[in-house]
């Protein structure tokens, strides 16, 4: 099975500091996608990337950037953290664009801006 | 934009009953679409994809559906068990605005309780 790992299960940061959350997959997936998820909001999408170096905004970028260096890495960075900041992160992997393919989660970083 | 809506917002059922969980979608041109399951917590696993040409796919005790052109899926849980209580989530995948990818919209989930 693919395995979808996210660095860190709890965070707390101050205001201000800059975050990387990183986001490692297995399975050689081409794609990679931050979302995160709020009571009330659902699951939105931060960024994602198709490919190597590749990235894309998603519905909510403000606030975020994306680093792909490698395949198997997606880290998500918070360039000044701010307390609306405060959510779970989910970090998800897609072997491609074609239709039987799903995506795979992670297993959530809860952060914490204080 | 696509929008998705699942009813019930919350179910509660005593252990052994069968139960369907109903997810509608405003889009229909959409390329698959994912169940999946959330425990308190934790992240999503993937219960079921259903491709757009499919009807229907089977994992176990789950069984869910497509009826692309009215923009509805179920899925359908028989003989539940405690072990089932978590929230469930319907992904329909369409593309994204910038036509490159294929955009995931999530509804606001089902969370099924099941009584022992």
């Known amino acids: 099975d693919v395995k979808v790992t996210q660095s860190s299960r709890y965070l707390v940061k101050r205001t201000g500091e800059k975050v990387f959350l990183e986001c490692v997959q297995d399975m050689d997936h081409e794609n990679m996608f931050w979302y995160r998820q709020d009571p009330g909001l659902g699951l939105r999408l931060i960024y994602f990337?198709?490919?190597?170096?590749?990235?894309e905004k998603g519905d909510i970028p403000e606030g975020y950037s994306v680093s792909r260096e490698k395949k198997e890495r997606f880290s998500l960075i918070l360039e000044s953290a701010s307390t609306n900041q405060t959510s779970m992160y989910l970090c998800?992997?897609?072997?491609?664009?074609?239709?039987?393919?799903?995506?795979?989660f992670g297993s959530g970083t809860r952060l914490t801006v204080v | 934009k696509q929008e998705v809506t699942q009813i019930p917002a919350a179910l509660s059922v005593p252990e052994g009953e069968n139960l369907v969980l109903n997810c509608s979608f405003t889009?229909?041109?959409?390329?698959?679409l994912q169940w999946f399951r959330q425990d308190p917590g934790k992240g999503l696993t993937s219960l079921l994809l259903i491709q757009s040409s499919q009807r229907e796919q089977t994992s176990g005790r789950l069984n869910a559906s497509l009826d692309k052109s009215s923009g509805r899926s179920t899925l359908y849980i028989a003989a539940s068990q405690p072990g089932d209580s978590a929230t469930y989530l319907c992904?329909?995948?369409?593309?994204?605005?910038?036509?490159?990818?294929?955009?995931?919209?999530f509804g606001k989930g089902t969370l099924l309780t099941v009584n022992p």
């Open positions: 998800a992997s897609r072997m491609g664009q074609g239709a039987r393919y799903g995506y795979t």
């Open positions: 992904a329909p995948a369409g593309q994204n605005s910038g036509g490159s990818n294929y955009k995931l919209t």
């Open positions: 990337s198709y490919d190597v170096k590749m990235k």
């Open positions: 889009d229909s041109a959409i390329y698959n």
